[in-house]
C-alpha cells in the first residue's frame, strides 16, 4: 500500500518559468516531510524539507509548500534552469522514526 | 572519496550466480541502509543496521543477504536472484536511527548499483 503518491510522472517546463510539483499522502502519522533530487547516474540527494509545524519552508529557489488538512504537499521552483531537469522524490516519515516512504518521483525537464 | 560510494556500478549476473554489492560510507554515519527501486516505482526499504546490527528486514527474500563489518561497510549478497529482482540497489547512511528530528538526521544515498539478472 503506496502512503505517498507523486501523481505526475513527469512535468516539462521553459527555463524562468515556475515548476510545480505535487505529492500526496495518506498516513496521518507522518509529520516530517522531505524531497530528493536525483540525476541519472548518481543517488538521491536531499533538496529541502518540511515539518508538520510549518506549512512553508523556503531555501533559495525551492520552496516547499505543506497542507496537512489536505495530506499535501508540493516543491516550488522559481524561477526554472536547466540544471533542475533531474527526477524528484517526495518522501515522508514521523520525526520520532528514521524510517522514510517514497513516492515514484516526478521527472521534471526545463526547457531552454 | 566522500560521501557514499557504491560498487560495482553496474552488474549482469545469471539466476545461478553468487555476487556481492559493496557500499561504504565516509561521513562517519552510524546507520546504513539497502533500498531497492525498480522502474517507475518508489523506493522500497530493505534492510537497515544501526552500529553494525540490523534494526530492521522489511521481509526481504533470503536470496538477499546483508552484511555490515563495520559502521563504514555494507554489503549485500545476492545468491539465486530472479529476474523480477533487476532494479537498481541504492544504499545510504545517515548519523543515527534515531529519526528525523530537526536536520542533521537526512539520509545520504551513493549512486547506486544497477543490477541486471538473466
Known amino acids: 500500500d503506496q502512503q505517498v503518491k507523486q501523481n505526475s510522472p513527469s512535468l516539462s517546463v521553459q527555463e524562468g518559468r515556475i515548476s510545480i510539483l505535487n505529492c500526496d499522502y495518506t498516513?496521518?502519522?507522518?509529520?516530517?516531510f522531505l524531497w530528493y533530487k536525483k540525476y541519472p547516474a548518481e543517488g538521491p540527494t536531499f533538496l529541502i524539507s518540511?515539518?508538520?509545524?510549518?506549512d512553508k519552508n523556503e531555501d533559495g529557489r525551492f520552496t516547499v509548500f505543506l497542507n496537512k488538512s489536505a495530506k499535501h504537499l508540493s516543491l516550488h521552483i522559481v524561477p526554472s534552469q536547466p540544471g533542475d531537469s533531474a527526477v524528484y522524490f517526495c518522501?515522508?516519515?514521523?520525526?520520532?522514526?528514521?524510517?522514510?516512504?517514497f513516492g515514484a518521483g516526478t521527472t521534471v525537464t526545463v526547457r531552454a | 572519496e566522500t560521501g557514499v560510494t557504491q560498487t560495482p556500478r553496474h552488474l549482469v549476473m545469471g539466476m545461478t550466480n553468487k555476487k556481492s554489492l559493496k557500499c561504504e560510507q565516509h561521513?562517519?554515519?552510524?546507520?546504513m541502509y539497502w533500498y531497492k527501486q525498480s522502474a517507475k516505482k518508489p523506493l522500497e526499504l530493505m534492510f537497515v543496521?544501526?552500529?553494525?546490527?540490523?534494526?530492521e528486514n522489511n521481509s526481504v527474500p533470503s536470496r538477499f543477504s546483508p552484511e555490515c563489518p563495520n559502521s563504514s561497510h555494507l554489503f549485500l549478497h545476492l545468491h539465486t536472484l530472479q529476474p523480477e529482482d533487476s532494479a537498481l540497489y541504492l544504499c545510504?547512511?545517515?548519523?543515527?536511527?534515531?529519526?528525523?528530528?530537526?536536520?542533521?538526521?537526512?539520509?545520504?544515498f551513493g549512486p547506486g548499483t544497477r543490477l541486471t539478472v538473466l
Open positions: 518540511i515539518s508538520s509545524i510549518k
Open positions: 518522501a515522508a516519515s514521523s520525526l520520532s522514526d528514521y524510517k522514510l516512504s
Open positions: 498516513n496521518s502519522m507522518f509529520d516530517y
Open positions: 543496521y544501526s552500529l553494525e546490527e540490523r534494526v
Open positions: 545510504a547512511s545517515s548519523q543515527t536511527t534515531g529519526g528525523l528530528a530537526g536536520a542533521g538526521n537526512e539520509q545520504f
Open positions: 561521513l562517519g554515519h552510524n546507520a
